[in-house]
């Protein structure tokens, strides 16, 4: 099975599904089946009864994963859709944004978008 080059806190434009078009910050990864949880992305209602975690009940949103296919990483630098070019020098492993050549581990601020 081939490695997810998308990482947590990584920025990411959805390119299929019902939210296509929306861009997102990666909150968890489950790499064993090739998904992503993205904020905002793919929430679901679910009808709650009352409970010690949810005391009113009601409806609530759950974030459910997306598949990493339908992902597409967006350069913190440039604010571009690119791909990933992993290069590899002793030892260390960097993302390298394939369009302005910056490293990719420059984290975006949480209000950017």
């Known amino acids: 099975m081939k490695n997810i080059k998308i990482k947590i806190s990584d920025l990411v434009f959805v390119k299929a599904g019902?939210?296509?078009?929306?861009?997102g910050q990666v909150i968890k990864i489950f790499p064993a089946v090739r998904k992503a949880e993205v904020q905002g992305v793919n929430t679901l209602?679910?009808?709650?009864?009352?409970?010690?975690?949810?005391p009113k009940g009601g409806i609530i949103d759950?974030?459910?994963?997306?598949?990493?296919?339908?992902?597409?990483?967006?350069?913190?630098?440039?604010?571009?859709?690119?791909k990933i070019k992993i290069e590899r020098s002793n030892k260390k492993v960097t993302r390298i944004c394939q369009k302005c050549q910056?490293?990719?581990?420059?984290?975006?601020?949480?209000?950017?978008?």
Do not use: F, M, Q
């Open 45 to 54: 209602k679910k009808n709650a009864k009352p409970s010690k975690k949810y």
């Open 62 to 82: 759950i974030s459910h994963p997306i598949d990493a296919s339908n992902l597409a990483l967006v350069c913190p630098s440039c604010r571009k859709i690119t």
């Open 18 to 23: 019902k939210d296509k078009g929306k861009i």
């Open 102 to 113: 910056a490293d990719l581990s420059i984290k975006p601020k949480p209000n950017d978008k």
